[in-house]
Nanobody
């Protein structure tokens, strides 16, 4: 089993920045994909960004140029730096880890972009 714990969410004004963190623990394998997903009220969960254990990244078109995903393999951490935030970025953000053909989810952290 793998446990994921997110932190760093909160309330920010449009144009502001937030950094989300995800701590992974438990049965960690060296080959993995970690990602951030989000779900706004009434919407389906959508992928925001992913990063492989090799460092390859992928972003949703809606966040390209504004969000940056990174990871610290030694610390089993993943991060999402979010800049130029917009009201439409408001959602619960979930950390995800895929390894050994299994997926694990964190409990989510609320991000609210509002003036």
């Amino acid at each position: 089993q793998v446990q994921l714990v997110e932190s760093g969410g909160g309330l920010v004004q449009p144009g502001g920045s937030l950094r989300l963190s995800c701590a992974a623990s438990g049965k960690i394998f060296s080959i993995y994909v970690m990602g951030w997903y989000r779900q706004a009220p009434g919407n389906q969960r959508e992928k925001v960004a992913t990063i492989t254990s090799g460092g390859r990244t992928n972003y949703a078109d809606s966040v390209k140029g504004r969000f940056t995903i990174s990871r610290d393999t030694a610390k089993n951490m993943a991060y999402l730096q979010m800049n130029s935030l917009k009201p439409e970025d408001t959602a619960v953000y979930y950390c995800n880890r895929e390894q050994e053909r299994r997926q694990y989810w964190g409990q989510g952290t609320q991000v609210t972009v509002s003036s």
